[in-house]
């Protein structure tokens, strides 16, 4: 019994390593056309699994993950205030402005016009790392924080 649940304990360590492959290549790729399919093909797994134990590590699934990513690019372009909504959408990854408002105004709370706007005038004077960490958005808030699952 030690040894099956030594060899679950080193497969879950593999699991976990490849899963943190696809979330590094989200991060650094977000802004190509990314989708479930094409990731869990790089870590040679199949889709349903990579979506299910990236969610059990993560607490989110991969494509929530890409689109928080996203947004958190976005909502940087769009406090910088010299891209039109249309530009920061398809600059960040996204190909349809309908589907990125929707998104961005789930995470954000408001539409990213609005946000423009606001946020031009709320972060003047604010280093941009400060305003990073001030105005990224949060994802499950009512999600239970959970430690990673080694076993």
């Not at 492959?21 to 889709?47: F, K, N, Q, T």
């Not at 929530?64 to 600059?91: H, K, N, P, Q």
């Amino acid at each position: 019994m030690a040894e099956v649940t030594a060899g679950s304990a080193e497969q879950r360590l593999r699991d976990l390593a490849l899963l943190r492959r696809v979330r590094d290549r989200i991060d650094r790729d977000y802004a190509r056309p990314l989708d479930v399919e094409a990731l869990a093909r790089g870590v040679h797994m199949s889709a349903g699994h990579l979506s299910r134990e990236f969610r059990r590590a993560y607490g989110e699934s991969p494509y929530s993950y890409l689109m928080t990513r996203r947004i958190e690019r976005a909502m940087a372009l769009l406090r910088r205030g010299d891209l039109t909504v249309t530009e920061v959408c398809f600059a960040v990854g996204c190909s349809s402005l309908g589907t990125f408002s929707t998104r961005f105004t789930e995470l954000v709370g408001m539409p990213p016009s609005a946000y423009r706007r606001q946020a031009s005038d709320a972060t003047a004077g604010i280093p941009p790392c400060v305003a990073k960490q001030v105005t990224r958005p949060i994802r499950n808030r009512e999600a239970r924080v959970r430690g990673p699952h080694l076993a």
